[in-house]
């Protein structure tokens, strides 16, 4: 089991305090924050089980009506038990952020994000679905937040003992219960959709309404969710398009759409083996538009060149980290 105190010193940043969830962090710098269920940034145990908090779970559904699970409508009973699924037993650390400018600032609008919004920080929502009184965020202040969150992410994951990691929903995916992207691009497949606020013109603009005040009137009627195509667990294997010489001039491998599913949906880094090798590249879905087209893994001329020649399509396979091409 992985302790906060070892994540910070991992990272290399120091470590800065500890407040109960819902008070104010002071630090008005770029940083990172841990929450935890210990006070203690030296203890490693945490609970064996997610202490769930049954009146944020049905406020979650009464603002996403359209929430599923494995594509079946979620219901109070289906949510927890997939809650539960992706709690790493024994475990401390529930989630891992970061703050690209006010630390302070960032922790507050992840306070006051209503259950259900997309909007201002939605990410590590399964946080809200906790009993708060057993929460603690620490904090330290860092010039890379980007890298420090993900050099975090990487320790915990390699700290989980491999008997707990086999009772996750995403047995590859021992990430804290919270976090849901690996350092390399790599999305966690825990099966969830439509548990936020889906992405509409003029979504940001809407008035939020606390769970307390949710009635059938105050709900907006929203379109379905797109899928977001989360990729498969370790071990998926996909095709690439044929390698052409115009691919190796660009130092890109072109994936096609059936393809994608195994990829994240957005542009972003991942972590690429070749041969001997491991880089760490671009990721473009490119799905912008009406007429999507093929995503590119930017490689780079020189590297592409020592491990890839022209011809047919190649081998692209999900790792623990990220993917393996052959």
Known sequence: ???VH?????????????????????????????VSTSRDPDVSNGPEKPPLNLAAIDALLAARPEATVDKRTATPELLAGRLRSMWPSGESIVYVGLAGTSTEHRVEQYYRTVIGARAPHAGGWPVKMLDPSTLWVHYGATQDPDATEKAMIRRFVSGVPANV??????????????NFIFPAGRRKAHGLRGVKEARTRGAHDRVPVTPDKLTSATLPTLPALRDSRLPTSDGATRRTQNITSGDLDRGQIRVPRESKSIF?????RIEVELGNETFDVSWDSRTEGANERSGVI?????????????????TVEVTSTGFRIT
């Open 165 to 178: 990691a086999r009772t996750l929903i995403d047995t590859s995916a021992p990430l804290p219960f919270a």
């Open 6 to 34: 070892e994540l910070f010193e991992h990272a290399g940043v120091p470590y800065a305090g500890v407040v109960a969830w819902g008070d104010p962090v002071s630090l008005a710098l770029p940083g990172v924050y841990v």
């Open 298 to 314: 930017r490689v780079g001329k020189e590297a592409l060149s020592r491990y890839i020649s022209a011809g047919g399509p190649r």
């Open 1 to 3: 089991m992985t302790t």
């Open 264 to 268: 994240p949906t957005a542009k972003t």
